[in-house]
């Protein structure tokens, strides 16, 4: 599919609205300055919240202490003392408080808040707080963390342990021809959405209303309403224009709106919280840090026997999400092929360092990473081309994953792989990089010192929540008639910049069967909209999407049953809404099921993982300058099967970011930490890549629908970001003969690297 | 050398006379005082370009633009490029081509791109890519970006007045 | 305490004379100057540091901001910026390297602002222009009410951030000989964490003159390798009155410790940055790059 198709932006669309790329929604709002982010509310009468925070990663907290010298009656202060319900943010695992109480476990960690009419006011108070805190031992490491010494979580300093089986891989690596074994690690990564956190409360007669960025109105429903103890209908959550998230705003805004609404409640008035940019890098959560070790077992021919597997991450001092990113990284671990002897061992650690939490991927990209460099490294072992070795070991129709599922038809690993060489022309660019680089020494002027490579990398991402997950969520839509014969799609999916309210109105305009222009997405606000579950985990046009069609074909039956038109032009069919509109309410329902032929044991990891998985393959190609170690990457191809394109140029777009994003993890997105403290904590500091950074990016896209989703349509936003590291570490193994097994692979690595390879 | 300034400039065309510390930066100004917030702030110390106005036709980050330098100054944001219900050429192929997602870092490449092109620069993708480097997006990965001010360069981007 | 927004004051000078008389008055009341403010606002707004009083320098750029020819010298005004630099047909045909340096401090948002006067005074280790100015052997224009004195560009910095300008000086401009390609080699390069606006992990600036097929007055300057920008002294007078060849490369790169200091901190790291400027200073003197 040609991704620059765009079809009319004026013209009514009748039908067809899918795969075609209607106007972005809220796009003239944004463009023209108009779109309100929460920090853009008007200002009058609203007081600045700020946070006052420890300055030691693990201690005891003895006490506050406020300088007599100032004249706190300007200001209002809350500690967890004032909390009038539970001192909790609510994720999974209930362990985090929103303030500290008798102890603090992460650098940065909050301890009291203050709110003031104005900004300086409010900077003059934080500066005469003080927090007494008799320093206790932290541990950073993870295998400190493991040796259990210092006590942060459990027994063992665990969240979350998590095994999967397939077969008996310890058996068979002992008979194994070739055993490949090796240690890959990845870095913290933060999200740097261009807008940074930010959270407004307001009490109201009846409870509060907190409105604000973020990715989950009804986490922040349940989080306010613990805290406030309140009933979860006296909270009501509105999600603002939303500046960026990757998963940045799907735990950590629980925490800050838990904070405004503690200002408000207690100074009885609307209080705003917006962390600058220093403050939202060091203490909002990153991509959790892994450390992966392989065994793989193969015969001597290059099939892939045994696969054994184990993942720690680094969770950080609270569980937050990390329970579920450790279930996504173990399920997609062993990555698209088949073997029939797997062996997963995972565990979630505990740490001093800022809580960890979602982030694009949400454990996949660690694990794919590990697994497709292991590729890499077992076809050097194993003498095989690692075209080849892929080729020989892709799932198939009807093979099976790790955890036993069945992928039936489909399953187009193989496909995109191929496609990818030919899109690519992998294979002549790889022949013409040995050519280059053999002959460069004898080059004159820059040439003399670079070296090229092409890598590529193979993975997929499972659609939606894991296992039970969407399930337990039980996602509610509702399409509702107007007068003017329009209809509302109302959900609580969060525009974050992926292009909810234009996809969602297709979605829901396809099932209706009227032009798109007819169906208005309204904002999320939980007093309109139940739940429709998270904006996260490609879930939304696939989930979200697929329950509109449903509701939208109920809603047109239910309109052709009253009003007795059948197949009727699309005027006389709005003129119908609208006239059933005004008699009374006229709306139609979609909740989510599990398909009945899905099966997930929670406990043992069996059964299937996912509702579906998209594919995908990507190739990079770079350069390295081996004077400095610099990396320029060239190009990137993007070839995945996402069941059915929603939107053309939306889907390009999350490709073109989602490879950016992941080539600034694999290549200069370090985080710096000294003492649990994120020592470059600025955008001068931690640098994500520039237009000048980013190569041209082909994004192709291949469209298998999946039965098992209305419009066939498995999920986008996270899965481009999953590639580009594996594919980077492969392409420098072309370029300079070495194995990175760490990411961020960063000039300082490489030089040294490189040199002592010279020697 | 009063502690509030009082400040002559034009903004978005029209004279305006304000009262602000004189340190206080134009970001703030422009988003307080002048209640324009289409100018984001994305990290307040020049590294993200979201804050990007002209001054004098040349675009500057306004986070590090004390307002007493301002004095006398014209100043443009984003919400000067339409009149009233028609879109500039660049704000048409923006919608048109993927150029904003978020929205966040959309005015800066707005009046970065605005001036690079009223200054007669080249729109080839490596010239446009030097020209933009100063502005951040982490949603776009640049490439619909480049190819929306590309169609504005090249003309002819309008859409009805209703899409604005 | 450190001050707030609305505690900070302004003097805005009408002309050099105006603030040359206003620093000579309250000399001791640490009023600093304001240029293109791209520095300062950062101190004043992230670490709220750096002072609360200002001498606000705009309304001198009809007066410091020109580029021109002075004699046999080139002039730069001390309030030119960087697009200002980058611009300059004149500062292209005196010496390339200026208007590249210009062109990779920060992108053209901050070029449009920054100044000349400001990265000098500014002082970073890591300030982009100032190995050229170095390497340049430029001198220095600072004036006060009590005249004006040319200095060094290589004897105004005596330490990390600290120079030789007194409280009542301001920076008017520097000047340089020419030095054209055809005369000789000139090379310059940024090492930064990406491609475009970033803080240099290393900068190098070299010229060195042509005499019969060998180098001579050669310049090897080095930035963020030590507390201020250096020279590699043992490396260039291992190269003069060398001709070209790998293994002169190779000799001087192995001098280069003696000059440089790099640290290790959260940019980069010492090893990465010795075995860059190794690796330039060789290649360099080698002829391969330039
Ligand atoms: C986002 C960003 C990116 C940057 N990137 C780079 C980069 O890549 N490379 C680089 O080198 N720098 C960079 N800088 C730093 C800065 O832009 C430069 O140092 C610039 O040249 C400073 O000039 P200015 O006019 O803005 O100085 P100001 O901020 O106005 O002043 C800087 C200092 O110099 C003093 N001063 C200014 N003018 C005079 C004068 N005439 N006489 C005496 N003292 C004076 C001031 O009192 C102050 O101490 C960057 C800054 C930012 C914000
Ligand atoms: S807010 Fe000004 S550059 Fe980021
Ligand atoms: S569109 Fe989100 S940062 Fe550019």
């Known amino acids: ?759 | 050398m009063n502690q509030h300034a009082a400040i002559r400039f034009t903004l978005n065309g029209q004279p305006r006379e304000i009262a602000a510390p004189p340190m206080q930066r134009l970001l703030d100004v422009l988003r307080q005082t002048c209640e324009l917030t289409g100018t984001k702030n994305g990290c307040g110390e020049g590294d993200c370009g979201a804050c990007t106005v002209l001054i004098d036709g040349v675009p500057v980050v306004s986070c590090l633009v004390p307002i007493v330098q301002v004095e006398g100054a014209d100043v443009r944001t984003v919400e000067s490029l339409a009149e009233g219900d028609q879109p500039h050429p660049l704000q048409a192929a923006f919608l048109k081509h993927g150029g904003t997602q978020c929205g966040s870092c959309a005015a800066g490449l707005l009046m970065t791109a605005c001036a690079h092109l009223e200054h007669g620069g080249e729109t080839d993708d490596a010239t446009l890519r030097a020209a933009l480097a100063g502005v951040v997006c982490r949603c776009a990965g640049y490439q619909q970006v480049i190819a929306s001010v590309q169609a504005a360069a090249r003309g002819g981007e309008t859409l009805d007045g209703n899409h604005l | 305490m450190t001050a707030i927004i609305s505690d900070h004051r302004v003097y805005t000078a009408t002309d050099l004379d105006d603030a040359l008389r206003f620093l000579a008055e309250h000399r001791e009341e640490g009023w600093r100057p304001l240029a293109g403010g791209t520095d300062v606002m950062v101190g004043v707004y992230r670490d709220r540091s750096g002072g609360d009083q200002w001498l606000n320098l705009s309304r001198l750029r009809p007066q410091l901001a020109g580029i021109g020819r002075d004699g046999d010298f080139v002039h730069v005004g001390a309030l030119a910026t960087m697009t200002d630099l980058r611009r300059s047909a004149l500062l292209e045909e005196s010496c390339p390297l200026i208007g590249r340096a210009a062109a990779v401090v920060g992108a053209t948002q901050v070029q449009n602002r920054a100044t000349v006067g400001g990265n000098i005074a500014n002082g970073s280790p890591a300030g982009d222009t100032l190995p050229v100015w170095l390497a340049l052997d430029a001198e220095l224009e600072l004036a006060s009410v009590r005249g004006q004195r040319r200095i060094a560009y290589g004897e105004f910095m005596t330490g990390y951030r600290r120079s030789v300008r007194e409280p009542d000086e301001l920076i008017t401009g520097l000047r340089f000989q020419p030095r054209s390609g055809s005369t000789g080699r000139m090379y310059y390069r940024k090492v930064a964490p990406r491609a475009a606006q970033g803080i240099s992990k290393v900068v190098f600036a070299a010229i060195a003159g042509w005499n019969d097929g060998r180098y001579e007055n050669v310049r090897l300057v080095f930035g963020s390798m030590g507390p201020i920008t250096v020279r590699a002294r043992a490396a260039e007078q291992c190269a003069e009155g060398e001709a070209p060849s790998a293994q002169l490369g190779e000799q001087a790169a192995e001098r280069l410790a003696a000059d440089l200091s790099p640290i290790n901190d959260a940019r980069s790291t010492a090893d990465y940055r010795l075995r860059v400027a190794k690796n330039l200073v060789r290649e360099f003197l080698a002829g391969n790059l330039g």
């Open chain 1, 1 to 759: 599919m040609s991704t620059d198709q765009v079809t009319s932006l004026t013209g009514v669309n009748t039908g067809g609205a899918l795969g075609t790329s209607v106007p972005r929604r809220e796009g003239a709002a944004k463009l023209c300055g108009e779109a309100r982010f929460v920090d853009d509310l008007p200002r009058q009468n609203v007081w600045l919240g700020g946070t006052v925070r420890a300055d030691v990663p693990h201690a005891r907290l003895l006490a506050i202490r406020f300088d007599p010298c100032f004249d706190w009656s300007r200001v209002v202060v809350v500690t967890a003392a004032d909390i009038p319900g539970e001192n909790v943010v609510p994720v999974v695992l209930r362990d985090q408080p929103s303030l500290a109480e008798s102890f603090v476990r992460y650098h940065g960690e909050p301890v009291a808040l203050i709110a003031a009419a104005d900004e300086e006011t409010l900077q003059q108070a934080l500066d005469r707080v003080d927090v007494d805190l008799s320093p206790l031992e932290p541990v950073f490491d993870i295998d400190e963390a493991l040796a259990a010494k210092v006590p942060l979580f459990g027994p063992e300093n665990v969240f979350r342990t998590i095994t999967i089986r397939k077969g008996d891989a310890g058996e068979t690596l002992q008979t194994a021809d070739v055993v490949v074994e090796e240690v890959y690690e990845t870095g913290a990564q933060e999200h740097v959405y261009l807008e940074p956190q930010g959270m407004q409360a307001e009490p109201t007669a009846s409870g509060i209303t907190v409105c604000g960025s973020m990715q989950c109105p009804y986490y922040i429903v349940e989080g306010v309403a613990l805290l406030l103890g309140l009933a979860q209908e006296q909270v009501r959550v509105i999600a603002c224009m939303t500046g960026g998230g990757f998963g940045g705003k799907e735990d950590f805004p629980t925490l800050i709106a838990g904070h405004a609404a503690l200002l408000a409640w207690k100074a009885r008035r609307p209080v705003r919280m917006i962390y600058d940019r220093v403050e939202d890098l060091r203490y909002t959560s990153k991509r959790h840090p892994a450390r992966i070790r392989h065994r793989s077992g193969w015969s001597r021919a290059g099939r892939l026997l045994a696969m054994q597997i184990e993942i720690e991450l680094d969770g950080g001092a609270y569980s937050t999400l990390s329970p579920l990113v450790l279930q996504r990284a173990a399920v997609h671990a062993a990555g698209p092929y088949q073997c029939d002897q797997i062996e997963i061992n995972a565990r979630a650690v505990a740490t001093n360092h800022p809580p960890r939490g979602a982030f694009r991927g949400f454990g996949a990209p660690q694990v794919h990473f590990a697994l497709e460099t292991h590729m890499g490294s077992c076809a050097a072992r194993l003498g095989l081309d690692p075209v080849e070795l892929r080729r020989r070991n892709v799932i198939g129709p009807r093979g099976t994953l790790a955890t036993g599922q069945n992928v039936g038809e489909d399953v187009a690993a193989a496909e995109v792989f191929e496609r990818a060489l030919v899109e690519s022309g992998f294979l002549a660019r790889r022949a013409a990089y040995d050519d280059s680089n053999r002959r460069a020494l004898s080059a004159a002027g820059p040439e003399r010192f670079k070296r090229r490579g092409i890598g590529l990398s193979l993975f997929m991402h499972g659609t939606g929540m894991n296992g039970d997950g969407e399930g337990l969520v039980r996602s509610e839509v509702l399409l509702r008639g107007n007068a003017d014969g329009t209809v509302s799609a109302v959900t609580c999916q969060v525009e974050i910049g992926q292009g909810t309210q234009t996809i969602l109105a297709q979605l829901a305009a396809d099932g209706l069967g009227i032009p798109v222009e007819w169906v208005v997405a309204e904002k999320p606000d939980t007093a309109m909209a139940r739940d429709s579950g998270p904006t996260v985990a490609s879930r939304t046009a696939a989930i979200v999407g697929g329950l509109l069609i449903s509701a939208g074909r109920q809603f047109r039956e239910e309109v052709e049953r009253r009003s007795g038109l059948c197949k009727a032009d699309p005027d006389a069919f709005r003129s119908a809404i609208a006239r059933l509109a005004t008699e009374g309410p006229l709306e139609s329902r979609a909740y989510y099921s599990r398909p009945p032929d899905m099966q997930w044991d929670e406990a043992t990891h069996r059964g299937d993982g996912y509702l579906a998985y998209t594919w995908s393959c990507c190739v990079v190609a770079l350069e390295v300058d081996t004077l400095t170690g610099e990396v320029k990457v060239l190009d990137v191809t993007a070839v995945q099967d996402v069941g059915k394109v929603v939107h053309p140029l939306f889907a390009a777009g999350q490709v073109e970011g989602g490879v950016a994003q992941a080539l600034g993890w694999a290549l200069m997105e370090e985080t710096v930490w000294a003492d649990g403290l994120l020592r470059n904590a600025t955008m001068t500091d931690y640098v994500i890549p520039t237009a000048c950074d980013v190569p041209p990016i082909r994004a192709v896209f291949l469209e298998h629908p999946h039965p098992r989703l209305p419009h066939g349509a498995k999920g986008l936003g996270e899965l481009p970001a999953e590639g580009p590291a594996p594919a980077v570490a492969n392409a420098l193994r072309q370029a300079l003969g070495i194995h990175f097994n760490r990411i961020p692979i960063t000039p300082e690595i490489i030089l040294p690297a490189w040199e002592d390879r010279q020697q």
